[in-house]
């Protein structure tokens, strides 16, 4: 584990389960929380390489999760940390062949219910939800997104994409688009397509696009912008200082 820390223990195993699907989920709980006080909640969607029914490999297959619950993260933004696992089968979303075609699917429901779900049963600040995924994940945000606009305060979406049709509904939420340009499973016009689609829209989004040869540059392979992404203190500090009552 990065930094020494377990955070299989950090990050507590639940499943969520209706009469139709039972959800693997991990949550992360603020250790110290204030009696009144209300706290964000980071969702992660997690990238097609951890699908399964462990409820682990969404943690512990790289910092897209445990950045949030990092000491360092913590202590200037407690938060609780939501990371569902997506079955092995599913996909958080349809296939991404095109960019029209996408559209949000019932594990994407499921997983709106289990937010909801968490903010029932926790102290959280429904102002400050925020969403993030990477590849797999990145294409589910932005359905989510698309799905329960009105639930989020803000997105980062690292490696993904979504249906250039439907920017309108999610033209209103801050989002941070990160990929490299060289990438090789999700190619990069997928987040070029939503950028300048949104920025017709007057949208609030940003874009860091990491050049050719920058991830071989850092010892990466160049699917893997989440690991600069992630690392990028300013991304965090503008993630937590986005909410609902800005908009």
Not at 131 to 136: A, F
Not at 159 to 168: A, D, E, H, I, M
Not at 175 to 186: L, M, Q, R, T, Y
Not at 195 to 214: D, F, I, S, W
């Amino acid at each position: 584990m990065s930094d020494g820390i377990n955070y299989l223990e950090k990050f507590k195993p639940f499943a969520y389960k209706d009469e139709f699907i039972e959800m693997p989920y991990r949550l992360f709980i603020p250790e110290s929380q204030k009696p009144g006080e209300k706290y964000p909640l980071v969702v992660f969607l997690h990238g097609a390489g951890e699908r399964g029914r462990d409820n682990e490999k969404q943690i512990i297959a790289n910092e897209g999760a445990t950045v949030w619950a990092s000491p360092e993260v913590q202590e200037k933004h407690p938060c609780f940390v939501l990371a569902p696992q997506c079955p092995e089968n599913g996909y958080w979303g349809t296939s991404f062949r095109t960019s029209d075609e996408l559209e949000p699917n019932s594990l994407l429901s499921t997983v709106f219910l289990l937010i909801n779900q968490v903010v029932d049963e926790y102290p959280i600040d429904e102002e400050r939800i925020y969403i993030t995924g990477l590849s797999m994940g990145g294409f589910g945000t932005v359905g989510l997104l698309t799905l329960c606009p009105e639930r989020f305060a803000a997105a980062v979406v690292v490696c993904g994409g979504g249906n250039v049709k439907k920017v309108q509904k999610i033209s209103r939420i801050p989002i941070w688009f990160f990929h490299a340009e060289d990438d090789d499973v999700v190619p990069v016009r997928f987040s070029r397509e939503l950028v300048e689609a949104l920025k017709k829209l007057n949208a609030p989004v940003r874009y860091t696009e990491y050049p050719k040869g920058y991830m071989e540059s850092i010892g990466s392979f160049p699917h893997a912008s989440w690991i600069p992404a992630y690392k990028d203190t300013e991304m965090i500090e503008w993630l937590f200082s986005q909410s609902k009552a800005q908009r």
